[in-house]
Every structure is written in C-alpha cells, then in structure tokens.
C-alpha cells in the first residue's frame, strides 16, 4: 500500500496560495486546484488560506495538521515560509529551508551543482546600471533576476533587439526593475524541462511556444505554448537530462517534487544539455508542467496532491514510482 492510501482524510490540511509575489495570480489558480482536489478526494477539512502578513497568527489559530504549499516566488519558494512552519513545527510540503534558499538562488545553485558536473551556462551577476556603459558579453546573451522563477523579468539580448547597443536606460526590461542581474550567453537550440518526484525523473517535455521564447505568459496563458511530452529526442539526450535533473534534486535537498529547466543545442548530442535552474514550487495549474509529467506516468492530479502531502508527513515516494512504473 502507498503513502497516499493510508493517509487520513480527516487532517486538517492548509493550503497556503496567493501572497504578494509577482507570481501571485498563478499561485492562487495552483491552489484552489489543490483545494477542489482535495474535497473531490474526499477530504473533510480543508481551509484555503490567501497569505497575508500576518501569517504566523493565522496558523496558529488555525492549527493545521499540515501545510500544502501552493505559494510561487517570494517569501513561499525562497525558504521564508519553510523557516516559519519549520518553526512552528508544522509539516509542509516541498523543499525545505536550505533547498528553497539556495535553489531559488541562481548563482548559489551554480556553485552546488557546477562542481558535480552538471552543465550550466557560464555568466556572471552584473549591476543594472553598468548595462547602460556596455555588454557585458558578446551578444546574443541572456539577462534575468537572480532571485525569480517562472521566467519573471528574463530578456535575450540580440543585435538584432529594440533595447539599444549600450542598452538605454528607457528601453523596457529587467533593468529597470532590480538592481542586480544574471548575464548568462545565450544557448541555441530547444527548450526542455523535467520533473522530479521522490528523487525519480519523470519524463522530459519540450516547450514550443508559439512566439518568442517560454516567458511568464507563455506559461500560463492557454494556446501559447505546445507541450509535447514525452519530448521527441534522443534516448541518449533524454536520459542525460533526466539523469542531471535527478543528481541536481538530489544535490540541492529538494523534497517532494521539483522541476528542472533545459536548453539543448541539437547541434552538439549530449554535450549540448545545459541545465537553467531547478524550481522547487513548480506550478499545480491546468497548464503546468509538473501535473502533467506525473500523468504521463500514471500518476492523475488528485494523486498526486495526496502524494506529495503523504511525504511531508514522512511517507516514502520511490515505491509509488515504482507502482506506477509496473502498472504501465
């Protein structure tokens, strides 16, 4: 028997969406999904709960036997909110403080996961206004917040760009809006991503958007991305990033399910994998990608909501894998 099956389903389980992050509006959608999971599944006490300042008061009146952690960016994916709960004693699910910290980090996850061999784009963390003198690589390359996910505040820099050569300060961008930014070069080729779940790679899915590159709203507005999962590439290629999504899960402490993202360069086999950053709250929306791996695996969303409480209440999720692996 699964962890999931033999959880009770009388505990009262938050579920903790919303906040103040950029990624605020997505949260709220992962997180009544997670709610409506859970009653369907028959779960008798559920409270939604929109986090606002006063969060820690909140909780304790409220007293959850355990937090679902539907919050996307800052202070739910960054190790903020795990260092209450972990505080307050109370069990959560996904990473924990230190995997959230350094795993929303985009240089910290650099300095943990370069050293063991996973292949990252080089680049180096520049102040914004130092864009406005001169490149601070050759074109094309890429700027992007060091603290964000879901593609928040990402631009490719081209020659062929609208932002000027230097950059102008009036030119709309990441620029603008934080003080410190990574400037990484620019890989050719397609985008990827691949989740993990109980330290076991799903699947890999590319992402072909229909304009531009995968950004915020290409992920979560309908009908601008394709998926096509499982991805059409090499058996090769797909267990090397597979293989590197798992070690940088496994590298980084992540708990639960993570999602790490990919540029391949097609040109260059398996030497052209790159690992971008390992998402440690990956969306649980209609359009994500995390929910959608797990059914490519025979795992549906109610499941899977079960099965990532089950861990936070110390469950093992490997024979789940397994379970599901057996039944295909």
């Known amino acids: ?21 950029s990624e605020r509006e997505v949260s709220l959608t992962s997180g009544k999904g997670i709610v409506a999971a859970l009653e369907e599944r028959g779960w008798s006490n559920v409270t939604p709960l929109d986090m606002d300042r006063n969060i820690a008061a909140v909780l304790t009146e409220l007293r959850p036997d355990v937090v679902f952690n539907a919050l996307h960016g800052t202070p739910g994916e960054d190790g903020t909110v795990q260092g209450l709960l972990d505080l307050m004693q109370i069990p959560y699910t996904h990473s924990g403080l230190t995997a959230s910290a350094v795993a929303i980090d985009k240089e910290l996850t650099k300095a943990v996961l370069v050293p063991h061999g996973i292949r990252m784009p080089g680049g180096r963390i520049v102040r914004s206004d130092s864009l406005y003198e001169g490149d601070p690589m050759a074109r094309p390359y890429v700027l992007k917040p060091v603290n964000e996910g879901s ?9 062929e760009g609208n932002y000027g050569k230097p950059i102008s300060a009036k030119a709309e961008g990441p620029w603008r809006h934080f003080e410190r930014l990574l400037a990484e070069p620019f890989i050719r080729g397609r985008e990827l991503t691949i989740a993990v779940l109980g330290g076991e790679a799903l699947c890999v899915t590319e992402l072909q958007p ?44 992540c708990r639960g399910i993570s999602r790490s993202d990919f540029r391949w360069d097609d040109e260059l086999g398996e030497a052209g994998v790159y690992l971008l950053e390992v998402n440690t709250q990956p969306g649980m929306t209609p359009l994500s990608l995390a929910p959608e791996q797990a059914r490519q695996r025979g795992i549906g969303y109610g499941e899977l909501v079960e099965r990532l409480i089950a861990e936070a209440l110390g469950e093992d999720l490997a024979p789940v ?8």
């Open 321 to 328: 894998l397994e379970q599901s692996a057996a039944a295909r």
């Open 151 to 159: 593609s928040v505040g990402v631009a490719i820099v081209t020659d």
């Open 210 to 253: 229909k304009a531009g590159f995968y950004d915020y709203d290409a992920k979560y507005t309908d009908g601008l991305t394709t998926h096509i999962c499982p991805a059409r590439v090499p058996d090769n290629v797909a267990r090397a990033m597979m293989d590197m999504a798992a070690a940088a899960h496994r590298l980084l402490g």
């Open 1 to 21: 028997m699964c962890g999931s099956e033999r959880l009770n389903k009388d505990l009262h389980v938050v579920v903790l969406m919303g906040g103040w992050s």
